[in-house]
Each structure stands twice: as structure tokens, then as C-alpha cells.
């Protein structure tokens, strides 16, 4: 098995101060990034703080920014970098650091509990629910998310202005807002307009970049945030289906 040593530079500080601070860290063949956090923490760096759980790409824990791309440490192969590229470990640049490499990601929580949950139709009671298979794989998708929060960073939206955090939900929270609002049957109003006027939809103007990073390579936008916004206008506009929405509010 190789091995070699590999010049890492790590973010090191608080909520006060911080500062990138070089290694020089033993790799072996078939390693990933978060495996040379582990040594560092093990070897020349024993408080380092860094937070993961299932080294599998599933748990969304480990997520950080290396050499400036929003990436899951535990899914970021050594053999992507040349022996002699420098490997820049910073934490997620959105949310306020705690210490080292863990930042405080509670901006998430909050948009969460603002989204009002599924509301069964009345009359139906649970395990009386009936869905076609084609609603069913429509949302599918979406359900894939491990909250690993990537796209919450690195949408440009609150990324370069925290004054936007107030009033955005970002692309997680819109897409489940999309996932309710294909759902046969919520019955909770209309959640495309929801979307527009209380959770910030009209603030994503379609870069993507959230759908670039996503490790579960959901399409975030074309498939939730586009729809979404597309259902928005109709909705709002279309006179005949705002009668309807008036008569036959869902
Ligand atoms: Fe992570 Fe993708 Fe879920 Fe965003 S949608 S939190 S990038 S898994
Ligand atoms: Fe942001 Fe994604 Fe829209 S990155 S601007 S939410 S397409
Ligand atoms: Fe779970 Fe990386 S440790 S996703």
C-alpha cells in the first residue's frame, strides 16, 4: 500500500478569531479526506473539531468546504489531488463557526419548523390514504435529502448576504415546500404562492449552484424550485385558477 505525506492546510479557530493553520499528514491509498482529519486529530492536532457519524455519505455531517468547493469530507477521494496540491479544509462559510471545522447549521432548524406540515384531507383518516404510484415517484427524489446542508451554504442568496436569512428558506426548505405542494393530498392551501410570499422563492433567480453540489445529485432546481416557481405564477395570475383556488380552496 502507498503512502505519502500530503501538505494539508486547516482552518483553526472560534466564533472570535481563526486562522489557517499547515500540516504535513501521512495519506494511504484509498483514503478520503475526512480519513486525514481523523489522523490529524489522532497525530499533530488532537483538539481539532470536526463533526461526522457514518464515514458513508449518508448521515450529512461532515460537510465542509475543501479548496473552496462545498463537498462531504467522508465522499472527497485523496486521489482527486495531485501528491503535491495543497488540500484547504475550511468550515461551511454560510453558518457561524463554533469551533474549527463545526459550525452552528440551527439556521437550518429554524426554516424547517416554519414550514407548516403535511395536512391529510378532512375525513380521511390515516391508513385510508390512497396515492397513485406516478405522485408517489414524482416526490421521490426530493426524499433522498441527508441534510447535509450544501446547498444551503453555497446558494448566493444568504451566502453572500445574511441580511437574506430572515426571509429565505433556501433550496432545502423550498423543496419541500415543492415536495407538499405536488402531494395529492395536502390539503393545507396553496403552498406555491406560500412559497413566493413568506418563504423567499422569488429571491432564487436559477443559478443552480445548489443543485451542483448536492451529494444526493437531487435536481433542486429543474425538478423542485422551477415547478415550484412555475405553479407561483400560475396560481397567482391565471384568473380562472384563482377563481377555482377561491371556489374549491384545496
Ligand atoms: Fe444536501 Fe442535497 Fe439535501 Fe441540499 S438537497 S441538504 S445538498 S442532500
Ligand atoms: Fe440559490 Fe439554487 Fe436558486 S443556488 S438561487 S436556490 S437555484
Ligand atoms: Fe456521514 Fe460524511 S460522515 S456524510
Known amino acids: 500500500m502507498s503512502s505519502h505525506l500530503h501538505h494539508f492546510r486547516v482552518w483553526r479557530g472560534d466564533d472570535t478569531k481563526g486562522e ?6 501521512e495519506v494511504n491509498e484509498g483514503e478520503v479526506v475526512l ?5 490529524l486529530q489522532a497525530t499533530e492536532a488532537g483538539d481539532l473539531a470536526v463533526r461526522w457519524n457514518c464515514k458513508a455519505g449518508k448521515c ?3 460537510s465542509a468546504e475543501i479548496n473552496g468547493r462545498p463537498r462531504l469530507m467522508c465522499m472527497t477521494r485523496m486521489n482527486t489531488f495531485d501528491d503535491a496540491e495543497v488540500v484547504t479544509v475550511t468550515p461551511l ?3 457561524p463557526v463554533i469551533r474549527d471545522l463545526v459550525t452552528d447549521v440551527s439556521f437550518n432548524y429554524t426554516k424547517a419548523r416554519e414550514i407548516p406540515s403535511f395536512t391529510p ?3 380521511v383518516a390515516p391508513g ?3 396515492m397513485a404510484q406516478v405522485d408517489v415517484e414524482r416526490s421521490q427524489e426530493f ?3 441527508i441534510e447535509c446542508y450544501l446547498c444551503q451554504n453555497t446558494c448566493h442568496v444568504v451566502r453572500d448576504h445574511e441580511e437574506n436569512k430572515e426571509a429565505f428558506a ?4 423550498l423543496m419541500r415546500m415543492a415536495e407538499l405542494d405536488m402531494h395529492p393530498l395536502d390539503a393545507h392551501g396553496n403552498r406555491a404562492v406560500e412559497a413566493q410570499e413568506e418563504h423567499g422563492l422569488g429571491f432564487c433567480n436559477i443559478t443552480k449552484c445548489c443543485t451542483e453540489v448536492c451529494p444526493e445529485h437531487i435536481k433542486i432546481t429543474d425538478n423542485a424550485l422551477i415547478p415550484l416557481k412555475e405553479r407561483a405564477v400560475d396560481r397567482k395570475y391565471d384568473p380562472l385558477v384563482w377563481l377555482g383556488d377561491k371556489i374549491f380552496r384545496r
Not at 489557517?20 to 499528514?25: E, F, S, T
Not at 480519513?35 to 489522523?39: P, S, T
Not at 433556501?170 to 426548505?173: E, H
Open 93 to 95: 462559510r454560510s453558518f
Open 170 to 173: 433556501g433550496p432545502r426548505y
Open 60 to 62: 450529512g455531517s461532515c
Open 35 to 39: 480519513d486525514v482529519i481523523h489522523r
Open 121 to 123: 384531507p378532512e375525513g
Open 20 to 25: 489557517l493553520v499547515d500540516y504535513p499528514v
Open 128 to 130: 385510508e390514504y390512497r
Open 143 to 145: 426524499r433522498k435529502c
